[in-house]
């Protein structure tokens, strides 16, 4: 029999037992809850409270000229950001921003503004991005805690000012702005990849696992020659000077297929930073429209042979020196005579044109402008293109318009617009598309333009005797005779017209002066636009001032280019005239 002792004893074992064994099993069923149940969950937590997640960035592409010489690419930088550590009060964090002021270069308000986003967000924030290596070093002497070096990339333009509103430049995430760089952003910045960055209690990384590797972008192979762009600039550079005009544009093209060579703009800026001017941003070769002037007569004229309303045996009289139409009177630069249709286009005679132009029905006149591409944009590879500007038929003036419009008012164009109408003549008689992109190149190797293909705008026995009976003799012996170059024939057309004042209502003394032209003559190497706008110091008209600039720059690129002149200056033969008894 057992003593009372040994029962109660007994009994506080069992209890004891059942304790445990209940305290086991929840235990056990937590372990099971979190093993097994909420397993995935918790380890999201643990996970999310030590690592995070990044993406990588690619490098972006290359930026390459025609002959593979580099016009941007991304160099290795740093970024420096900072964290908010747990619990880290704003004195703490303004301390911390204290030690890397005087390394990164931060401003008072740069300070101020980053703790007050450090305080408010509690979030990661950048501090500089684009640092060098020696930069990064010394934050990373530092070692404070919660603050990190990212590697970076940071677009580099090794020639500055070359090309500036052709390439564009990007911001300071490397996103294309404008130029080559917004055209082809995509291409040219990849595909992000993304890592896993392991850290601890202060924030400080240890290990960074890569989980998808970034695609780096496409390579660009421009059909631009540095060479012939650099050309381009320094001659447009010093005309503007010369003449104090306001801004000028050049843009030279291979007339067969389309290639943009150089495409020159006045005032330029320096691709790395950003322009002093806000205007400087604009590419004025295919963002400003004007009214072109007597440029545009090429068109004029193409459509009066085309529609056989004129003949080039036609002779006009222009002795009077002006036409009056729709209540305005149309005036010639200068006194002129009886004038044959040739001599109508080579000494750029308002009156003649008007009286050949006035021939044509409107339509046709209409329907030739709309083929040679004016009113649209040319489809060059290039964001922010101006479409130029042709009013619609049904609201011409019907007594006006045609005979102002077939001298170039009335109505806006391009640089490149007028330069792709003048290629029509080089190509004899096609129209060409334009681009500046060559090829892509990337893992898959390289994937070249595919340009749409040219269209006939003219015949070929049109173009033949325009540019042989008219467009030739231009620069042997019309307006545009500053554009001859020696050893060379030269087809090209002068421009010069008066700037309209939206303001005033009314047109202003101020002018556009321009020339297009190609060169040789009967097998373009080259074709060409020069432009300035308000030149000053006394001359203005476009055979005056931007004929010469042709002239110099077809003079270089053709050297450059190794085109063989086509009449060999004949050499001069120097004799040493010896009296008797002298000594040579």
């Known amino acids: 029999m057992k003593t009372y002792h040994e029962s109660d004893i007994r009994r506080r074992v069992l209890v004891a037992g059942f304790v445990c064994a209940a305290w086991f099993a929840v235990l056990l069923l937590r372990l099971v809850q979190l093993q097994v149940f909420n397993h995935a969950a918790y380890k999201e937590i643990v996970v999310t409270q030590n690592s995070e997640e990044k993406t990588v960035r690619p490098r972006r592409g290359n930026i ?23 619990d880290e009060t704003a004195a703490g964090l303004q301390a911390r921003l204290g030690r890397l002021k005087p390394v990164l270069g931060l401003s008072q308000r740069e300070t101020a503004e980053a703790l007050k986003r450090l305080v408010a967000a509690r979030r990661y924030t950048y501090l500089r991005k684009g640092v060098s290596e020696e930069t990064a070093e010394a934050v ?22 070359l090309a500036a509103h052709l390439l564009g430049g990007v911001d300071a995430d490397e996103n294309g702005r404008t130029g080559v760089e917004a055209a082809y952003d995509m291409p040219l910045r990849g595909q992000e990849g993304k890592q896993i960055v392991s850290i601890d209690s202060k924030r400080r990384e240890y290990q960074t696992r890569v989980i998808e590797a970034p695609v780096p972008g496409r390579d660009l192979v421009l059909t631009i020659d540095a060479t012939i762009q650099y050309i381009a600039e320094r001659e447009l ?3 503007v000077a010369e003449h104090s005009a306001s801004w000028g544009s050049i843009v030279i093209c291979e007339p067969e297929t389309g290639e943009i060579l150089a495409m020159a703009n006045f005032p330029t800026f320096d691709v790395n930073g950003a322009p002093d001017r806000a205007d400087a941003w604009t590419n004025r070769a295919i963002q400003s429209s004007y009214e072109p002037g007597s440029t545009f007569k090429i068109v004029t004229a193409a459509a009066a042979l085309e529609t056989h309303r004129v003949a080039f045996s036609d002779v006009f009289d222009c002795r009077a020196g002006s036409i009056t ?3 305005l009177t149309i005036r010639d630069h200068t006194g002129m005579g009886v004038l044959s249709f040739p001599e109508v286009i080579i000494e750029s005679s308002n009156v003649g044109t008007v009286k050949f132009a006035t021939r044509m029905p409107q339509a046709d006149f209409y329907a030739a402008i709309l083929k040679f591409g004016m009113g649209a944009r040319t489809g060059i590879d290039l964001p922010f293109e101006d479409r130029g500007k042709v009013r619609p038929l049904e609201i011409w003036n019907k007594r006006s318009s045609l005979p102002h419009i077939a001298i170039g008012y009335e109505m806006r164009a391009t640089p490149l617009q007028i330069l792709l109408a003048m290629n029509v003549y080089a190509t004899r008689g096609l129209l060409v598309h334009p681009y500046v992109v060559r090829e892509s190149v990337g893992p898959d190797g390289p994937v070249a333009a595919r340009p749409a293909p040219p269209a006939r705008i003219i015949s070929r026995l049109t173009a033949d005797q325009m540019v042989t009976r008219a467009l030739e003799k231009v620069v042997e012996r019309g ?25 005033l209502g009314g047109y202003t003394s101020k002018y556009v002066a321009s020339f297009v032209g190609f060169v040789p003559a009967d097998r373009p190497a080259i074709s060409m636009i020069v432009v300035l706008s308000e030149p000053k110091e006394g001359f203005y008209y476009g055979g005056q001032v931007c004929a010469p600039v042709f002239r110099d720059v077809a003079r270089h690129v053709l050297r450059y280019l190794a085109v063989p002149p086509e009449n060999p200056a004949a050499g001069r033969v120097v004799t040493a005239s010896l009296g008797r008894g002298e000594r040579p």
């Open 64 to 86: 390459y000229d025609r002959n593979g010489r580099v016009l941007a690419s991304s160099v290795p930088v740093f970024s420096i950001a900072v964290w908010p550590l747990r």
């Open 140 to 161: 990373r002497k530092l070692k404070l805690p919660g603050t990190e070096i990212e590697p970076a990339h940071k677009r580099s333009y090794p020639l500055k000012t």
């Open 237 to 239: 550079a010093r005309a």
């Open 325 to 327: 139409l729709g209540g």
């Open 479 to 503: 307006t545009g005779k500053e554009g001859r170059l020696e050893g060379f024939s030269v087809a090209g057309k002068t421009g010069t017209a008066q700037i309209y004042d939206r303001e």
